[in-house]
C-alpha cells in the first residue's frame, strides 16, 4: 500500500504541537517540566487556600500570600502533610475537601524541584 504522506506529514507536525498546561494535567501524566511558584503553585494556593490563610485572616496562625510563605510551610513538611491526608481526615486541606492529585503532585514536585520561584 502507497501512503500519501503529503496527507500525513502535516497530521504529524500539527499533533506533536499541542501543549499541556497544569489544568490539563490527569493524574497519570508525567510533569515533564521543572516546577515553578509563579506558574504553577500560586495559582493552586490562590483558589484553594488564600481565603483562609492570608494575612488578614491567617486560619491556624498561617498565611499563604507570597512565595516565602509557601515555601516556609512547604520545608517543613506541614503543608504536604496536611494536603496528602485521607478525605474525611479533620486536619486535611483544603477543608472538608481535598486536592485534586495533579496539584497534590505539583506541589510535592516543586519541592524535588528546589522550590524553584519562576
Ligand atoms: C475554609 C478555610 C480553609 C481553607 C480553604 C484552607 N485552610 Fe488550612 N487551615 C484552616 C484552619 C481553620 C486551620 C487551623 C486548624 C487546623 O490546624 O486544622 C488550618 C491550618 C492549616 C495548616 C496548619 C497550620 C500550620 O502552620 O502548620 C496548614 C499547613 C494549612 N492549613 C494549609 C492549607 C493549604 C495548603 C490549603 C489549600 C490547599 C488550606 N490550608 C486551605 C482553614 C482553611
Redesign the pocket.
Known amino acids: 500500500m502507497k501512503y500519501n504522506w503529503l496527507y500525513i506529514i502535516p497530521v504529524l507536525i500539527f499533533s506533536s504541537c499541542t501543549n499541556t498546561s497544569p489544568d490539563d494535567l490527569t493524574d497519570n501524566d508525567p510533569i515533564t517540566e521543572l516546577v515553578k511558584y509563579d506558574t504553577d503553585i500560586a495559582p493552586?494556593?490562590q483558589s484553594?487556600?488564600i481565603?483562609?490563610?492570608n494575612s488578614n485572616f491567617a486560619?491556624?496562625?498561617?498565611a499563604?500570600e507570597n512565595y516565602t510563605d509557601v515555601r516556609t510551610?512547604t520545608e517543613s513538611g506541614?503543608?504536604i502533610d496536611?494536603?496528602t491526608r485521607n478525605a474525611g481526615d479533620p486536619?486535611i486541606?483544603?477543608?472538608n475537601s481535598q486536592?485534586p492529585a495533579a496539584s497534590i503532585n505539583l506541589i510535592i514536585q516543586w519541592q524535588i524541584d528546589g522550590f524553584l520561584e519562576n
Request: glycine share 10%; hydrophobic share 40%; charged share 5%.
Open positions: 493552586i494556593i484553594q487556600c481565603q483562609c490563610h486560619s491556624g496562625g498561617l499563604l510551610s506541614s503543608l496536611r494536603i486536619l486541606m483544603p477543608q486536592l
